[in-house]
């Protein structure tokens, strides 16, 4: 570099070669462009088309695939769209959040099929049956009269051995009739995915530009066929549960898990349980001892501004571990099973970032998009290896019995304090980029390359959407 540049200043006769035409002056050929491709026969497509492909792989990818627990009886049908609306929401601006919530479900779904398999070999217990579990499939009544009591396995557990029920005799059948997805939907959705993917792959080999906003839908769709893997067991739509009935009367029904040591909380050691503590205090005041007294760190008066991020922290919590039987984001995470659900969405997000570092040399309407771009990409890529690091780290230390087993609230060791200030920086970091490549996505719709509305010819013979 050096002798490029000494020649570059003795020489004035040598001059840069020039550079690449702008995506204004591309567009100027557009008209052009067309006219070519129809004397020749070829394939062109529209804006119109680019967000058509685009926005059916995103809708079945964030609305059609995740699959919600059983909304409560009581809630009408608005409120249930609206649940299903934030879900989609989440699956778009957080979707590693979302494989988090669907790996817990998978991971506590095969221990509790094999579980139930042995203790009950001819109960018929299927996987679909333990993801109808988790989802709130089972409540507990009294004859004609609801105890409003969601079983879960602890719960159900305990009734079990107390002799109050007798095991769910509930068929597979029974269970799948109250589904509203069926083959026919899970094919379109699979179909959907795979002709988008096809489209991708068949631009890359012909060397045409692929947009950030099908590189964005790339992303959705990886995910999207990780989550429908993970799911595929799990009932879809289910909106009424299966009463479970007691084998006699029961007076008060909060006396039937009291003084049951098995329910209290179990004490796992691994680094699931560990985040869901430093989780649990992410809305509270972090405080580190100074001598002999101890003072505030002040993190959501200077950074955060108080109380906009709670909502959010709340969701974050729930997702990370939903310990409440019904509620929105719950599975049954008291296996130990954490630290391989923790591994293997760092993975997934890990992978997801990677699709959006592909559009690194992309072409962009003005260069302080690219960099908005790269920058955003960077950090989706770069949190989750943070994470993992931060997870084998925590690992290792408790291992070494460094950390505290159980850490009070208030008075936490300096490395939970530090995890604790990185979850205060790193989640609404992820959000924001998150935010900024989809609307980046649809904002440099306004001007594209010309290559960009060419299209593979031979993909026009194969069905899709």
């Known amino acids: 570099m050096v002798v490029l540049l000494s020649l570059l200043l003795l020489s004035p006769r040598i001059a840069a070669f020039p550079v690449n035409t702008t995506i204004a ?106 993801y109808f579990i988790q989802m709130g499939g089972f409540v507990l009544y009294d004859g004609a009269r609801p105890l409003e009591v969601i079983l879960d396995p602890d719960k159900m557990d305990i009734l079990l051995r107390k002799g109050l029920i007798k095991f769910p005799d509930t068929t597979e059948e029974e269970i799948t009739d109250r589904t509203r997805g069926d083959g026919l939907s899970k094919a379109l959705v699979i179909c959907q995915t795979v002709w988008f993917g096809i489209q991708c792959l068949g631009r890359k080999i012909e060397g045409l530009p692929i947009t950030q906003l099908e590189l964005v839908t790339a992303g959705l769709a990886f995910l999207n066929g990780t989550m429908y893997f993970l799911w595929w067991k799990k009932p879809l739509g289910v909106r009424l549960p299966i009463p479970v009935y007691t084998l006699r009367h029961v007076e008060n029904k909060e006396g039937l898990f009291e003084n049951d040591a098995h329910f209290s909380e179990k004490g796992v050691e691994d680094i699931g349980k560990f985040f869901t503590r430093i989780f649990l205090h992410l809305d509270k005041q972090p405080s580190i001892k100074v001598g002999n007294s101890t003072e505030p760190i002040d993190i959501r008066g200077t950074i955060f501004q108080g109380s906009i991020l709670t909502p959010i922290f709340q969701r974050v919590k729930q997702m990370v571990d939903s310990n409440k039987p019904g509620d929105t984001f719950y599975a049954y995470t008291q296996f130990g099973q954490e630290n391989r659900v923790a591994i293997f969405t760092d993975v997934i997000g890990l992978t997801f970032g990677a699709i959006h570092c592909a559009g690194w040399n992309f072409m962009f309407p003005t260069h302080a998009e690219l960099m908005i771009w790269r920058a955003s990409s960077s950090i989706v890529i770069g949190i989750p290896m943070l994470m993992m690091l931060i997870s084998l780290m925590v690992r290792t230390l408790r291992r070494r019995s460094c950390l505290p087993q159980k850490p009070s609230s208030a008075k936490l060791s300096i490395i939970p304090q530090v995890i604790r200030v990185l979850m205060f920086i790193l989640i609404p970091a992820y959000l924001l980029t998150r935010l900024a490549l989809v609307i980046e996505a649809f904002v440099t719709l306004r001007k594209l390359p010309p290559g960009a509305y060419e299209e593979v010819a031979w993909l026009s013979f194969f069905p899709h959407i």
């Not at 009408?76 to 494989?99: D, N, Q």
């Open 25 to 130: 002056e591309l567009q100027q050929s557009r008209v052009d462009l067309v006219a070519e491709a129809a004397a020749n026969h070829l394939q062109s497509r529209s804006i119109w088309d680019i967000l058509w492909s685009c926005l059916a792989t995103i809708f079945v990818c964030s609305w059609v695939s995740v699959h919600p627990n059983i909304p409560p009886v009581e809630e009408g049908f608005w409120k249930v769209f609206l649940r299903r609306l934030e879900l989609m929401m989440w699956s778009i601006v957080a979707p590693t959040m979302m494989i988090l919530w669907a790996a817990r479900q998978w991971i506590a779904a095969k221990t509790l099929t094999k579980m139930y398999q042995d203790r009950f070999p001819n109960s018929g217990w299927t996987k679909t049956h333990s």
